[in-house]
């Protein structure tokens, strides 16, 4: 019976030795644009304690070869893994890099530390306010920023990190795209679309990267705009690429605490 349902098709049996064969899958909730841009940073996923951290950055400085006054950019830091089960800080950070401008970003997203020099450049003083939704560290029993940034305190600093040129981040939003790829992931959220997520998006549809689907949720309180003026991709792919829908914040990420929730973290 099965010699005749195969008697001449293209259809091929393959013995899998063992192994599950799965449908392709649908990524419920992630950022492409936001991995894409971690593709050349400092990678602090598997660091365990502020030793780590230090020995981590100081390796990445030498190994790019450095010059005093480039930045040093880590992503995935999580103060839950560490030893020492909090946030580092600047005090921290400035044994390792002190001549370097330095941020670090918590595997959330939603906060991260800068070093003292990061914070001079992104202006940041004791007579800095907290932004509304967000928070600035201090140092105790002043008002000295002690490094920590949360929420919208931290968006709005490392907005002035410079960021790579658009080809570079077309080759690293490619790159992006394998990792998708290796856990068998073929339709790809970007979770928040603003104005440069956009364009890199877009950049990237039209030079015909994707082969993958990518969907993207616009920033509804920041950049609503893209939604009326790209109405082509409203709900259809363009370059395999679509809009989905809107981005809406109501608080924050259970990972760094900052989540609403009906009781009490501790």
């Avoid at 658009?166 to 970007?190: M, P, R, S, V």
């Avoid at 309180?221 to 981005?247: T, W």
Wanted: proline share 5%; net charge negative; charged share 20%.
């Amino acid at each position: 019976r099965e010699a005749e349902l195969f008697a001449g098709s293209d259809i091929k049996r393959v013995n899998l030795g063992g192994y599950a064969l799965l449908p392709s899958f649908i990524d419920s909730h992630s950022h492409i644009t936001a991995l894409a841009r971690t593709i050349s940073l400092l990678h602090l996923e598997e660091a365990k304690s502020f030793e780590d951290i230090l020995s981590r950055a100081k390796k990445f400085v030498q190994e790019r070869n450095l010059k005093p006054g480039e930045w040093v950019v880590g992503f995935g830091y999580d103060h839950n893994f560490l030893a020492e089960k909090q946030h580092p800080d600047k005090a921290l950070l400035d044994t390792a890099v002190f001549n370097h401008p330095m941020l670090i970003t918590h595997a959330s997203g939603h906060m991260g530390v800068f070093n003292s020099m990061a914070l001079r450049a992104a202006g940041i003083t004791g007579n800095t306010p907290d932004p509304p939704g967000g928070k600035i560290g201090r140092c105790p029993g002043s008002t000295e920023p002690n490094g920590y940034l949360e929420e919208t305190a931290f968006i709005q600093a490392s907005s002035m990190v410079p960021a790579p040129t658009a080809d570079q981040l077309c080759n690293q939003l490619a790159e992006a795209q394998k990792e998708y790829f290796k856990y068998g992931i073929t339709t790809i959220q970007d979770g928040i679309t603003r104005s440069g997520e956009w364009q890199l998006l877009r950049t990237a549809a039209e030079k015909g990267i994707f082969k993958a689907d990518v969907i993207s949720f616009v920033d509804l309180e920041n950049s609503k705009d893209i939604l009326m003026q790209h109405s082509e991709y409203v709900k259809k792919y363009c370059g395999r690429l679509k809009i989905g829908g809107y981005k809406i914040f109501l608080d924050g990420s259970p990972q760094g605490r900052t989540a609403w929730m009906t009781q009490p973290y501790e």
